[in-house]
């Protein structure tokens, strides 16, 4: 069946370090993969889209690889901020019925401590 | 929130009554969507639309049905709250790019108990 795996326990991280999401599928063949920020209490905000032809994409402090041999994703926050505690949603393209569609993952819930 | 109003924004409702909830978009954008929000399971989609009166179901559709009669509003209908369907619920919008939704944006979300 059809898995997408985040980290559940939280991360904990120093200000400053970089701090690295994993996001591992199985059983699909996502045309691309998005990445997510949820704060408590409010929707998700979208923070970066790579596709399957892509290796990495940046923005600024973030940076996300994407490997379809492993199956994996990897999201790096560089110089991390106390502002930048929040859970973080990977998400997959699922093409069905004609139109995309995005499962999630669970998201990884990290905290840099100042 | 991208001009996403979801209302109400919190609920407290008994089992076996009706629910709707609204989502109200300002940005014309053509898809439509809800999820729930469970602890441990993520977001799971519930239904879609793909314009005016053009809705599908996604992966967790039982008990619970859409309606799309404008561009703007995307109604969700729980004919008959059962405690299971206690979560969050999110709309998220997105709008056609090459004939491909991408980036999706979400509203702040309702908060339903059903008791």
């Known amino acids: 069946s059809q898995k997408i795996e985040q980290n559940s326990e939280a991360l904990n991280i120093q200000e400053g370090k970089t701090a690295t999401l994993t996001c591992n599928y199985t059983n699909y063949s996502p045309a691309y993969l998005q990445w997510y920020r949820q704060d408590p209490g409010r929707g998700p905000v979208f923070l970066l889209l790579?596709?399957?032809?892509?290796k990495e994409k940046r923005k600024e402090r973030l940076k996300v690889t994407f490997d379809t041999t492993l199956k994996q994703s990897l999201f790096h926050i560089t110089a991390s901020q106390p502002a930048d505690s929040a859970t973080y949603l990977c998400a997959l393209s699922s093409f069905s019925g004609g139109y995309n569609k995005l499962i999630f993952g669970a998201g990884t819930r990290l905290a840099v401590h100042p | 929130d991208a001009g996403i109003t979801q209302s109400p924004r919190h609920k407290v409702t008994e089992t076996g009554t009706p629910v709707t909830l609204r989502c109200h978009q300002t940005e014309n954008h053509r898809y439509m969507y809800w999820y729930r929000q469970d602890p441990g399971h993520g977001l799971r989609l519930i239904h879609y639309?793909?314009?005016?009166?053009?809705?599908d179901k996604g992966e967790v559709s039982d008990g619970y049905s859409v309606s799309r009669s404008k561009t703007e509003d995307f109604l969700l209908t729980l004919e008959s709250a059962t405690s299971s369907q206690t979560s969050v619920y999110f709309c998220a919008i997105s709008e056609s790019s090459g004939g491909r939704q991408e980036t999706q944006y979400f509203g702040p979300g309702t908060r339903l108990l059903v008791l």
């Open positions: 639309s793909y314009g005016v009166k053009d809705t």
């Open positions: 790579i596709r399957e032809n892509e």
